[in-house]
């Protein structure tokens, strides 16, 4: 990729406009919740900042007040790599699909930009030169070490992997590299437990090293230039005398590393002295690695799910499920205040039926309940053994809302009482994929990953009135609004499967032959021209839809199978229209009508564009009405309000945008 011109990123929303729900926003959005899943974290050399790289972007906060000041690199997000030059003036970010750019940071300006070749080779660990005039990258592949010089843009050194060193069965989740002191060699892990020391103006390796015993995953230098200390993935740690690397025989000082002491964060304090942090539930203790020597103990509030050490060694930034704090280590508790608001994948999203509140169920087993004008949170729903929540339903009355999880419990929250713990009820074998309130809400149905679905009588205290035998893996259901029937789609089965809900039997699948009427398809004209070809030549497609929905009037049912939307008649089951997705949408992950049932909406996953689209489809012509540029990842949820003026887009990037369609469908009702 060129170097761009430089151009300015600061959010000027950050400056003037403390709502961060608009920062940034895509075009047509109107607020967002949630800040995105965390991925690295760099502290700057002055102690000012914290730098978190998430998958909507970079958040820049203030150490003092940990408030964020700014938002950058939204363009496509999806961080995966974050790295300060020693004296603060660049900084580097790389993302998940080999993306690098470098900017300045006192002027808020995207210098450069960069590209590693391989597809989707996600930039996993950036380094500086000594003298910060290169910068070295690794990616997902052993064979790919970048080397560019940050004036000119070129690029200096490229190094792979001896083709006889075979990679090993598991890699490691960083390829770390380390310039060496004088900044004449890099140095970097490579297969078969080994690291590799190349000279930056020839191209050659000097030094390949042994001794290891797993995946290499740390390269430090002691701040006084003289050692380099290696860790793999045991916790193993050798450490080498400099200046002996490329000797014919080299061999390390310390060949081993107390147990205590394997951890998944190393640094150098300022004294050189080499600290290692380890986590134990809500417990981080910080050790003198070669002493072997306990140097603080805390206990925090949440389990600790990531920590970073910062540059001197001095404070930690430690990160539960809910917040992030620094420690000065040593201090008894963290400092206030904390960062909040960076949540994990939005599994699902709904709209209470009165319109008046927003539920979102996370992947970390929590459910907030907002007030959706308002947006600010009320309720937070969590219980022990509540994960990996995908689907989440209001009963149609709205005092009641269950809710899957990976536990194989149903559990339903009466919305009267927040306070009480949920209804439970146990029956599948499985982990739940889906669940739904009937529309007389006197009945409530889940689904698992084995293709069971579970029948529970809500007005007899959620009785189990009936199984189904298991399938395969029930991605979504949907009732009609009669209540009658549900239909199922299912991972294998060739056809969704319809059912009799009041006695549980299938009676009836969707057909899944493409049909032949050209006039029945929508959208690109070759596309569509294919597909008949296809059919000519007597190619059968069996595959069946992911999503599925029923339209509000009980006439349609709407289902994604690859690259299309079908709509089928509830009459005949057979296929009404096939809308054909445009290139670039990927998969019509999720599907909803719009309450009026005069549209759909759908929500695509991720196929090498910048941002994933959500379009606007209408029902009766297959006419693409609008379309959303929206996440950098899948959309896993879409709702309407009842009203139809809002539609709320869920994430895997752990945010939710909230859409305006008033413009577009009041505009559509003129015609």
């Known amino acids: 990729m060129q170097n761009r011109n430089p151009q300015t990123v600061l959010q000027e929303t950050g400056i003037n406009n403390t709502d961060v729900t608009t920062w940034a926003l ?64 660049l900084f580097v970010t790389g993302n998940s699909d080999g993306g690098v750019k470098i900017w300045d940071v006192q002027n808020h300006r995207c210098l450069m930009e960069k590209q590693r070749m391989g597809r989707f080779d996600r930039a996993s660990v950036l380094v500086f030169s000594p003298d910060g005039q290169c910068l070295a990258s690794s990616g997902g592949k052993y064979d790919a070490v ?180 620094t420690w000065n280590i040593g201090d008894p508790a963290p400092q206030p205040p904390a960062i909040r608001d960076h949540y994990s994948v939005c599994g699902s999203v709904k709209f209470s039926p009165d319109g008046q509140t927003l539920a979102v169920g996370y992947w970390s087993g929590e459910i907030h309940l907002r007030d959706a004008q308002e947006l600010e949170l009320q309720t937070i729903f969590r219980c022990e ?18 809710a899957t999880s990976s536990d194989k419990i149903v559990r339903v929250w009466n919305l009267e009482e927040p306070e009480a713990p949920p209804i439970e009820r146990a029956g599948h074998q499985a982990s739940l994929s889906a669940v739904a309130f009937s529309p007389k809400g006197d009945l409530l149905v889940s689904a698992d990953v084995n293709g069971a679905l579970g029948i529970w009588n809500v007005e007899h205290d959620y009785e189990l009135q009936m199984f189904t035998e298991e399938t395969d893996w029930i991605w979504s259901i949907a009732f009609s609004p009669d209540g009658k029937h549900l239909v199922s789609a299912h991972e294998t089965a060739e056809k969704a499967q319809l059912w009799d809900i009041e006695n549980g039997e299938q009676i009836a699948e969707l057909s899944s032959n493409r049909p032949r009427d050209a006039t029945k398809y929508k959208g690109d004209d070759h596309q569509i021209q294919r597909i008949l070809r296809h059919l000519e030549k007597g190619l ?40 054909c997705l445009p290139f670039g949408c990927g998969r019509a992950e999720v599907l909803t009508f719009s309450p009026c049932g005069r549209y759909l909406v759908s929500g695509a996953s991720w196929l090498n564009t910048d941002k994933v689209s959500i379009r606007l489809w209408d029902v009766t012509t297959g006419e693409n009405i609008a379309t959303f540029w929206s996440h950098p990842t899948d959309i896993q949820s879409l709702a309407f309000s009842p009203d139809s003026t809002l539609l709320a887009s869920a994430s895997f990037d752990g945010t939710i945008l909230l859409w305006d369609m008033k413009p577009y469908l009041s505009s559509i009702d003129t015609h």
Request: proline share 6%; charged share 20%.
């Open 540 to 579: 059968v497609d069996k595959r069946t839809p992911k999503a599925i929905a029923f339209s509000p009037d009980g006439t349609l049912i709407a289902g994604d199978v690859l690259g299309q939307i079908r709509l089928w008649d509830t009459t005949t089951y057979e296929i009404r229209m096939v809308i």
């Open 26 to 89: 895509p075009e047509e959005a109107i607020a967002r919740l949630g800040r995105g899943i965390v991925g690295p974290l760099a502290f700057s050399p002055d102690g000012k900042y914290l730098a978190v790289g998430t998958k909507i972007g970079l958040w820049w906060y203030e150490l003092a007040t940990m408030k964020p000041g700014a938002l950058w690199e939204t363009e496509r997000g999806m961080l995966s790599a974050l790295k300060f030059s020693s004296d603060g003036a």
């Open 146 to 325: 970048y080397v560019w010089h940050l004036k000119t843009g070129e690029q200096v050194a490229k190094f792979t992997v001896d083709e006889e060193l075979q990679p090993p069965r598991y890699r490691p989740p960083v390829i770390p590299l380390a310039f060496s002191p004088d900044g004449k060699s890099l140095i970097g892990a490579t297969p078969e437990n080994t690291f590799s020391v190349w000279d930056i103006e020839t191209g050659e390796r000097r030094a390949h090293l042994t001794g290891h015993s797993a995946i290499v995953i740390y390269l430090l230098f002691s701040p006084c230039g003289e050692f380099l200390t290696s860790v793999d993935w045991d916790g193993g740690l050798h450490k080498w005398e400099v200046d002996k690397l490329t000797t014919k025989d080299p061999q390390p000082i310390i060949t081993s590393m107390p147990e205590a002491t394997k951890s998944v964060d190393y640094t150098y304090s300022a004294e050189g002295v080499l600290l290692a942090a380890t986590t134990s539930g809500t417990t981080i203790t910080v050790w003198e690695v070669e002493r072997n020597r306990k140097v603080a103990t805390l206990t925090h509030k949440e389990i600790i799910w990531r920590f970073h050490f910062s540059q001197t060694g001095s404070q930690l930034v430690i990160g539960g499920p809910d917040t992030f704090q």
């Open 385 to 402: 053994g509540l994960r990996g929540i995908r689907s989440i339903d209001f009963s149609p009355c709205g005092n009641k809302l269950a």
